[in-house]
T-cell receptor
């Protein structure tokens, strides 16, 4: 069974204090790994797709990386507006449709 | 930009009522999804549709049905609402040729 585990559950940072969020996954064959940002009471907002080990994607202060077992979302010099829940999801090659399996997320709070 | 709209942001219904949640997209995407999101459980797939009048069960279809009479509209139906269906409901669309999903704003449903 495909599984996604995110850690930590919650993370509190000071503004400017860089850190990383972890997404460990177990999947029969990885088609893609996806990162989303979710603000309270809103739908997830798509950030990145990673397809193969060694791939990296960047967007402003966020950088996502992928290995064969896990993905990291690195946050460099975060600002309070980066506070949100970050979700990771995987899609398996043998999925007949675009099914995503989600982790339970990391709640990030950045204090000024 | 993709636009996915959901009929209500907040909804309060009584146990036993029939509930309709609507999702509308503004593009010609074939794949549409309904998820529910609960604390500690993440997003779980209820149903998806890959074309008009076509539907497939997701991981937790019990107590739900769906309808897709037009390509742009995908409805989730709670035949007889129960308190354990209190949740955040999220609609998503999927692009053909890539694997990302894009989410609507969500409907927070409370069943009393």
């Amino acid at each position: 069974e495909d599984q996604v585990t995110q850690s930590p559950e919650a993370l509190r940072l000071q503004e400017g204090e860089s850190s990383s969020l972890n997404c460990s996954y177990t999947v029969s064959g990885l088609r893609g790994l996806f990162w989303y940002r979710q603000d309270p009471g809103k739908g997830p907002e798509f950030l990145f797709t990673l397809y193969s080990a060694g791939e990296e994607k960047e967007k402003e202060r966020l950088k996502a990386t992928l290995t064969k077992k896990e993905s990291f979302l690195h946050i460099t010099a975060p600002k309070p507006e980066d506070s949100a829940t970050y979700l990771c999801a995987v899609q398996a090659v043998d999925t007949g449709f675009q099914k995503l399996v989600f982790g339970t997320g990391t709640r990030l709070l950045v204090s000024p | 930009d993709v636009k996915v709209t959901q009929s209500s942001r907040y909804l309060v219904k009584r146990t036993g009522e029939k509930v309709f949640l609507e999702c509308v997209q503004d593009m010609d995407h074939e794949n549409m999804f309904w998820y529910r999101q609960d604390p500690g459980l993440g997003l779980r797939l209820i149903y998806f549709s890959y074309d008009v009048k076509m539907k497939e069960k997701g991981d937790i279809p019990e107590g739900y049905s769906v309808s897709r009479e037009k390509k742009e509209r995908f409805s989730l139906i709670l035949e007889s609402a129960s308190t354990n269906q209190t949740s955040m409901y999220l609609c998503a669309i999927g692009y053909e040729g890539s694997y990302e999903q894009y989410f609507g704003p969500g409907t927070r449903l409370t069943v009393t």
